[in-house]
């Protein structure tokens, strides 16, 4: 998995139906200085995530898990919000 | 998920008969502003995606249920038509 | 899905066995320009593609499915022969 | 798979139920010269790895299997402790 | 699929038990003129591959299928000792 920071949303009227539902989040990955790096992406919301907040994101089949829909067009979704981040 | 934009098309009349009946879309990647990154792909069409529209595209399994083809070889796909990226 | 062009053939005698009866096709990724990008990939063929075609090529468990061995370690197939690319 | 050394610890309420009990350790990606490579990533421990030590991490629906939580969001997992790399 | 040498050996004594009798096999990949490209991974070997030969080795879903390890955490294989690369 990997740390993010919402910081957008995506609206799409015109989208596969099973996304129906579902809050299409824009996701800024973070290092674990919580400094961004690389390019956004677009993750489906699984834990109630708002702008700004720093989450764990997750790619693949098990996005579509996440999201309780394994029969979906998912790839990424947000499933947790980070309290802390300690490095040792 | 990702953001892209509709450049083009691809024709290949020999191909996997499972592709028969999807347009092969040429799809630039764009960040959240729009402007683009990394290389093209190509990602079948399945909300009814034309030239120059900025889009949602999935990878992966998730490709796959996006085109109801489980059984098929398509690794990309086009889930979404957006209206809007709010970054806030 | 991605576009490559063929350029080589790697022969392996000792092998998995569910590769044999596949050509294993060295496939240089090209951009929508044709040229190319990044590093070559071993891809089975799927469909007669020739040294110096433009192929689609397709990576993932759908190149297992191109492929028709879901079962087998395949991870990347050629999928279709490129007529045009068409970028307006 | 790949090589990362345990630098630390993700803590988060709010996440999916099903990483309830799982230890999400921050994961820095090694070269086999055990150098830094890369952007640290969250793995779920599945072998009581602790912090400074070099491990073994799988992605994807390997990390599922590895976690032996096949219907979860988890896409990297910790599956090894390492003893040696030996490089010839 | 992708090219590679192998260049070492991983020993691991704590790791999930379902690595159990696979050598891991530290491979570096190369392109198609043999040079090193990117980072080592550690791969299961499937066909006995030896330090210093030249390979084939596959990742995802299709590395457990390799193996026959389909419930394994395994997401790199090797699956063929390369006899020629002849590039046209």
Redesign the interface.
Known sequence: ???GRV??????????E??TGNK?L?TQ?L??QKEP???????VD???AG??EIV?Y?????????ADKI???????I??????????
Do not use: C, F, W
């Not at 910081?7 to 799409?12: L, Q, R, S, Y």
């Not at 790096?37 to 993750?43: D, F, K, P, S, W």
């Open positions: 998995m990997h740390i910081i957008g949303t995506v609206v799409a009227t015109r989208k596969d099973r996304l299409l824009v990955p290092n674990m790096i690389g390019e956004a992406l677009v993750a699984t834990v109630g702008i700004g764990i997750t790619q693949g089949t098990a996005a579509r898990y996440a029969q979906s067009p998912i790839d990424a979704a499933i947790g919000i980070v309290d802390n981040i300690d490095i040792y």
